[in-house]
């Protein structure tokens, strides 16, 4: 079992919850492992909100998570494969930490298997930029996460995770994670629900399908692809 589940950072608790109702999601079920109750689905894949102090250094910042069914047999897995797990009790119970070749580093935890989340065209997509794209994709594959493309080391990958979300391994000169969505239809209908909820989304042209981009609370600018049939956002 394994989904993605990034991680949110914010000062306003409240005011990025009310920003990921607008965008379609919708809070989780069940109480969430971590200081932070604010976890919210998405048709596949989920956001997780922790509050933290305004104008500290973690303050709109975002970071890559997973559910996983089992944390010790998730990491028993990945780490036959080939990438190191450190076992931890960072959060109310075990959690595997794995620290990829570029100095990503970021957490597994036990989560449902199924959320009971409404259907949804909307995914989770996090954008991994690193200079180590090759690397990244191998620490990805070892968790199990299934590849959407066999391109080279200088274009992007996409993971799907089997439970929920995207991953998109893109070169860059720097390593960070951002929070983007995948929607499986026409964009233009979700910045029509988001116009009118009072935020103000814009409509793109790029390449094979449009996208809308939308400033989030936090500060971060948030994009929504249309996904593409032939590839995975």
Not at 206 to 213: A, F, I, K, L, N
Request: with cysteine; net charge negative; glycine share 14%.
């Amino acid at each position: 079992m394994l989904r993605v589940r990034l991680l949110v950072h914010t000062s306003d608790v409240p005011a990025a919850a009310g920003f990921l109702r607008a965008l379609g999601l919708h809070p989780a079920q069940e109480p969430f492992p971590d200081a932070s109750p604010s976890v919210f689905d998405a048709g596949s894949g989920r956001v997780a909100l922790r509050s933290c102090r305004a104008g500290s250094a973690e303050d709109g910042r975002t970071a890559l998570a997973f559910d996983v069914g089992d944390v010790r047999e998730f990491a028993r897995r990945t780490v036959e494969a080939g990438t190191a797990v450190e076992l931890s009790a960072e959060g109310a119970g075990l959690s595997a930490r794995i620290t990829a070749p570029d100095g990503t580093s970021f957490l597994a935890d036990e989560g449902p298997r199924e959320t009971g989340a409404p259907a949804s065209p909307l995914s989770v997509l996090a954008l991994w930029h690193t200079p180590d794209v090759l690397p990244a994709t191998r620490v990805l594959g070892d968790m199990g996460a299934r590849s959407g493309n066999n391109a080279g080391e200088g274009a992007r990958h996409d993971f799907r995770a089997k439970n929920g979300g995207i991953v998109s391994v893109r070169p860059a000169g720097h390593r960070d994670v951002e929070l983007a969505f995948a929607y499986d239809g026409d964009v233009r209908d979700l910045a029509g629900d988001l116009g009118a909820g009072g935020f103000d989304p814009v409509v793109a042209d790029e390449g094979p399908g449009r996208s809308v981009w939308i400033r989030a609370p936090w500060g971060a600018g948030i994009r929504i692809h249309e996904e593409q049939r032939d590839s995975s956002g």
